[in-house]
């Protein structure tokens, strides 16, 4: 059989990209990711990096960081091409750490039966702006609002049956980790994660989600979390001992990270929660195999799960969850 090759992988990937994950959702990255997979100089120059370095998220962030700017393929092609070595090394040097509060509003509702202090730990917590449930406004709908008036508002599409909490949660210690923890300080922090923010259906800057990642890089200021270097499978043990002592209920949460690690650990990863006295709340891909099968799940979709337990499919970035009750099967 004739093996294929590392440029034909990086295409592929490209346009698998493209089709599932850009779509309609972003066409402007849509169409940057079909301009590179028909473009072999620029495939042969991916396929050097290492396998995890290949994304197409990253290398558009990276590209946007070094100045590319939000046009169209044939209009900026050239320019990334152009600013190769500095845009290689940005993703040597960064990884894709997304951190979108709204999908917060998604996570919520799987802790809304939980009462009295909580100690929160994040795993992949990038400049921790998710440990902050406590300090946002929630409306899932119509009249449906969740928190003070005077909160920066998160919002989220919520089917019938989602448990939505009577109040915000009382969060008594905040903390997490990441191999490579973005300071909320650091102004390359704000330029980093407003370069990592899709291109919203027009193709221009998604003004609302880069407003959304302002506000949150303010709270976490205000506020600092005890984000630290480390990675889930080996140092989680210590960080949730630590949580323990600062409430009776520690929850784990975490929102597409556990793409980034290898199958056997995120398997690893899984029995650990299983082991220890936490509440585990993963928000991840329905193709990730960490818990019981989602069947009715689309490949697009994120699964919430408690307690490895699928709850409800979400929208990847916190637009919208369909609890379990709600989807047609």
């Known amino acids: 059989m004739e093996s294929v090759s590392d440029d034909k992988k990086v295409s592929d990937a490209y346009l698998r990209w493209a089709q599932m994950e850009a779509g309609d959702r972003s066409p402007r990255y849509a169409e940057w990711a079909r301009g590179v997979a028909a473009d072999p100089v620029l495939c042969a120059a991916i396929a050097e990096l290492e396998p995890i370095k290949r994304q197409a998220n990253l290398l558009f ?19 990334l091409a152009g600013s190769w070595s ?26 809304a039966h939980l009462r009295g202090p909580i100690a929160l730990v994040e795993v992949g917590a990038s400049a921790g702006l998710c440990l902050y449930p406590d300090r946002w406004r929630y409306r899932f709908g119509a009249g449906k609002y969740v928190g003070d008036a005077s909160l920066p508002l998160l919002e989220t599409v919520a089917s019938p049956s989602t448990p939505l909490p009577e109040r915000l949660p009382q969060i008594a210690w905040r903390g997490g980790l990441d191999l490579q923890p973005l300071d909320p300080d650091e102004p390359d922090t704000k330029a980093w994660l407003e370069a990592l923010v899709w291109p919203d259906a027009s193709g221009g800057v998604d003004g609302a989600r880069v407003d959304r990642v302002r506000t949150a890089i303010a709270i976490a200021r205000r506020e600092p979390a005890h984000v630290r270097r480390g990675d889930l499978t080996v ?95």
Do not use: C, K
């Open 61 to 79: 962030a990276a590209a946007r960081f070094e100045g590319v700017p939000l046009q169209p393929w044939s209009d900026v092609r050239d320019m």
């Open 86 to 111: 500095r845009i290689r090394s940005t993703m040597l040097a960064r990884m894709t750490q997304t951190n979108e509060a709204r999908r917060m509003a998604t996570l919520l509702p799987a802790i």
């Open 235 to 329: 140092d989680t043990r210590a960080v949730v001992e630590e949580a323990a002592r600062h409430a009776p209920t520690v929850v784990v949460w975490h929102s597409a990270v556990l793409a980034y690690v290898s199958a056997f650990d995120r398997a690893a990863f899984a029995d650990l929660m299983g082991e220890l006295p936490v509440t585990w709340v993963a928000n991840e891909g329905a193709t990730l195999e960490i818990g019981p099968p989602a069947p009715w799940a689309q490949p697009a979709d994120f699964v919430l799960r408690r307690d490895a337990q699928p709850l409800a499919i979400t929208d990847p970035h916190g637009a919208a969850i369909t609890w379990l009750d709600d989807i047609p099967r």
